[in-house]
């Protein structure tokens, strides 16, 4: 035990030190006179009692007691003296000592240090307790707190306080009404103690709002309060306990948009697939009318304006499709310019007034090899967040242009190659991206949008489409400078591209074998078989599985191709195309489909393993696809 001793009479100190020794025989006692030599040994540390004399010249015994509660506030305090008054004895006990022995009765100063040091000890257990529990509640990441009737806050820990932006001292004492300044939620809260108070049962709210004072939008708890009673006490408090389910309910909202955009966009796959029949036949009757009509014809042109419209709302479906992200991916070889022309009318439809949408066109034709869907998903993402980035309006620029990539390439191209590439980009006047942001920019569900504005799948899925494509992405940005977001892709000749989209109303590849057509709708089995039997093809056509099955059965010569639709009723296209070929194993097969659903055909397509002509098709479309697959490897799928 080491003693601090206060005493500047060696006499006394001696019989002091003694009384000590007899009581433990290690004592260790650091004995001083004056405030310097005093203080030092305090804040040295290590002391366990003091002992102090009530008259000491110029630093006497209040003067000690006032320092130690300062430097050592835990260390037990005794006063020893001669004599002190009753009033003076009183005026000690009220600033912090812990006892007074009289130096005629030492015999007692043992029992007062046991008695202070038991004391010291179970304080110390309280105190670390305390701190425990202190320390529990403020790690809790949910509001935890006591509330008196009335709603004075007793106890609160971080996490409510930070909410309303003070420190958790700060709250102890005051309500919510004296730092809420949002009414309604005042009144919940307090409609809430009440319920507990009056019945003094638990009260729980499963989505309570709370919009902290620091900003950063409302919040959602789940909140449960219960009555509380204090032992020794019959004033009833209330406990309180929160968690934040903001994110579940953010989660929650979006799942419900989710499973009603899912319903919207399977009307909207439904309604693209018949629209897609009834083009087929639109475009192959526009299609018969230009083969037929001599130029100069004044029908010739009505036919010209009919397969126009066709195509056109050809790709309208494809953006509805595009939409319910049912689409099948179909790479074709298609001038960039022609897909910010055929987008421009959906995009200036996003935008409303104050925002300034300006097309900008290759001076030649930038031809790729990507999906067409897949390039307007792309522009369609991008221009969204970039009008997002500027809600007060602004200019957004999408334009297509040829670069020349060459060594060493950007660390953003990877996987590309040095040579020409096709450009397109979307550029705003937006308020632009900081480094952290950017740093981000690709990260799934990462996004600096409100709560239930963006999922962070954008620009993420925009690298996904370049990469599948074979290209590459980058962006540029600057906080208040806006962004521009390039997409390349490897340009290709112009003359295949010429060759691959002919005139319609040219001499189509010819053939002279025998095709078995299975489709239910009667107008485009007519056509088609009309189509195939112009270009010398021998047609076999069927309205279904049972036909199908039936002229199969009866052919007996080869049976070079099956061309089916996939979605049919009864037997589907996959179905057919098993049965026909354990008739005919020679046989090849080509799907055709407005909407090839869901399921395992889909795979094969989006894998290239089987040969696939999406709905709607004009003459010509066929006509190379038919000779493309038999005239290329057999596919054994």
Same mark, same amino acid.
């Given at each position: 035990m080491h003693v601090l001793h206060l005493e500047d009479d060696p006499v006394d100190a001696e019989l002091i030190q003694r009384a000590l020794a007899a009581y433990d025989k290690t004592v260790k006692v650091t004995l001083v006179d004056h405030r310097s030599a005093f203080e030092t040994a305090l804040q040295e540390g290590g002391v366990d009692i003091i002992l102090s004399d009530h008259n000491v010249p110029l630093f006497g015994g209040s003067d000690?007691?006032?320092?130690? +509660?300062?430097?050592?506030?835990?260390?037990?305090?005794?006063?020893?003296?001669?004599?002190?008054?009753? @009033?003076?004895?009183?005026?000690?006990?009220?600033?912090?000592?812990?006892?007074?022995?009289?130096k005629d009765r030492l015999g007692r100063l043992h029992l007062a240090i046991e008695e202070a040091i038991a004391r010291a000890r179970q304080e110390r257990a309280l105190s670390n307790q305390e701190l425990f529990l202190r320390t529990i509640i403020d790690a809790?990441?949910?509001?935890?707190?006591?509330?008196?009737?009335?709603?004075?806050?007793? *106890?609160?820990?971080?996490a409510l306080a930070?909410?309303?932006?003070?420190?958790?001292? @700060?709250?102890?004492?005051?309500?919510?009404?004296?730092?809420?300044?949002?009414?309604?939620?005042v009144s919940a809260f307090h409609e809430g103690d009440e319920q507990v108070f009056q019945h003094v049962a638990p009260h729980r709210v499963p989505e309570m709002?709370?919009?902290?004072?620091?900003?950063?939008?409302? +919040?959602?708890?789940?909140?449960?309060?219960?009555?509380?009673?204090?032992?020794?006490?019959?004033?009833?408090r209330l406990l309180g306990m929160s968690t934040d389910v903001t994110a579940r309910r953010i989660m929650e909202q979006q799942l419900g948009q989710a499973q009603k955009l899912e319903t919207i966009g399977q009307l909207a796959s439904g309604v693209a697939h018949d629209f897609n029949n009834a083009l087929t036949a639109i475009l192959a009757s526009a299609d018969f009318l230009l083969t037929d009509l001599p130029a100069g014809d004044a029908s010739r042109e009505d036919a010209e304006v009919i397969r126009a419209a066709a195509v056109h709302a050809a790709s309208l479906t494809r953006q509805l499709?595009?939409?319910?992200?049912?689409?099948?991916?179909?790479?074709?070889?298609?001038? *960039?310019?022609?897909?910010?022309?055929?987008?421009?009318?959906?995009?200036? +439809?996003?935008?409303? @007034?104050?925002?300034?949408?300006?097309?900008?066109?290759?001076?030649?034709?930038?031809?790729?090899n990507a999906d067409p869907?897949?390039?307007e998903q792309v522009i369609l993402n991008v221009v969204v967040n970039a009008r997002d980035a500027m809600p007060e309006g602004g200019r957004i620029v999408v334009q297509a242009r040829e670069v020349i990539l060459t060594d060493p390439l950007p660390t953003w191209a990877e996987g590309l190659v040095p040579g020409p590439h096709a450009a397109l980009s979307v550029t705003d006047t937006g308020t632009g991206m900081s480094p952290e942001v950017m740093a981000r920019v690709? @990260?799934?569900?990462?996004?600096?949008?409100?709560?239930?504005?963006?999922?962070? *799948?954008?620009?993420?899925?925009?690298?996904?489409?370049?990469?599948?494509?074979g290209g590459a992405i980058d962006i540029v940005s600057a906080q208040g400078q806006g962004t521009t977001v390039t997409f390349y892709l490897p340009a290709l000749p112009l003359p295949a591209f010429k060759a691959r989209t002919s005139d319609p109303a040219g001499k189509p590849p010819q053939g002279s074998e025998t095709i078995l057509l299975v489709e239910d709708a009667a107008d485009i089995r007519g056509l088609a078989t009309r189509m195939l039997a112009s270009a010398g093809y021998r047609v076999l056509a069927a309205e279904g599985?049972?036909?199908?099955?039936?002229?199969?059965?009866?052919?007996?010569?080869?049976?070079h191709l099956l061309v089916t639709d996939i979605l049919m009723p009864g037997r589907s296209g996959p179905e057919v195309a098993r049965l026909v070929r354990a008739l005919h194993p020679e046989v090849r097969i080509l799907y055709i489909s407005g909407h090839p659903g869901e399921g395992p055909i889909v795979d094969e397509i989006l894998q290239g393993r089987v040969h696939f002509l999406p709905k709607p098709f004009s003459k010509l479309d066929l006509l190379l696809k038919v000779r493309e697959v038999l005239d290329g490897p057999f596919a054994p799928g």
């Open positions: 000690a007691l006032a320092v130690s +509660r300062i430097i050592a506030p835990e260390t037990p305090f005794i006063l020893v003296t001669g004599s002190v008054n009753e @009033e003076a004895a009183v005026g000690y006990m009220k600033a912090g000592a812990w006892d007074y022995i009289l809790a990441p949910g509001p935890i707190f006591v509330k008196a009737r009335g709603g004075k806050y007793l *106890l609160v820990n971080r930070e909410l309303y932006g003070v420190s958790p001292a @700060e709250l102890i004492g005051r309500t919510d009404a004296d730092l809420h300044n949002v009414p309604t939620e709002p709370f919009t902290p004072r620091g900003g950063g939008g409302i +919040r959602w708890f789940d909140v449960t309060k219960i009555p509380l009673r204090i032992p020794g006490e019959e004033e009833l499709h595009s939409f319910s992200r049912k689409q099948v991916v179909q790479p074709q070889l298609l001038d *960039l310019n022609k897909v910010i022309k055929a987008i421009d009318g959906i995009l200036r +439809r996003l935008l409303t @007034e104050g925002y300034d949408l300006q097309s900008v066109p290759s001076a030649a034709p930038l031809v790729v869907g897949q390039i690709f @990260e799934p569900f990462f996004t600096t949008k409100l709560p239930g504005k963006g999922t962070g *799948l954008g620009l993420a899925t925009v690298r996904g489409v370049a990469r599948a494509s599985g049972a036909a199908a099955e039936a002229l199969a059965v009866a052919e007996p010569g080869t049976l």
